[in-house]
């Protein structure tokens, strides 16, 4: 399901247009496999954001940094690109 998105509620998905959601689980009913296997893909990509911004907010250099804000987005996008690569 695709729900359109203002460009300014989100900035990391600023240049995107839409936002793909999961399908629920009707009441009292169960997802087809086609609407199952559908979930899968968003799902695949939603979780290594996931781990790489839970591992960036464990981390204390980012909660004590005296370094200037551009140099800690660079520093996160970093971290964030080789967590993907893992």
Do not use: Y
Not at 6 to 12: G, S, V
Request: hydrophobic fraction near 40%.
């Amino acid at each position: 399901m695709s729900v359109p998105c203002p460009a300014a509620l989100d900035l990391p998905h600023a240049l995107v247009e839409w936002v793909t959601t999961g399908l629920k689980r009707p009441p009292g009913g169960e997802l087809t496999l086609t609407q199952r296997t559908a979930n899968q893909a968003p799902a695949a990509a939603r979780a290594p954001v996931e781990r790489g911004m839970a591992r960036l907010k464990s981390w204390q250099i980012f909660r004590r940094s005296r370094t200037s804000p551009n140099r800690m987005s660079v520093i996160t996008e970093a971290v964030l690109i080789l967590e993907r690569q893992r």
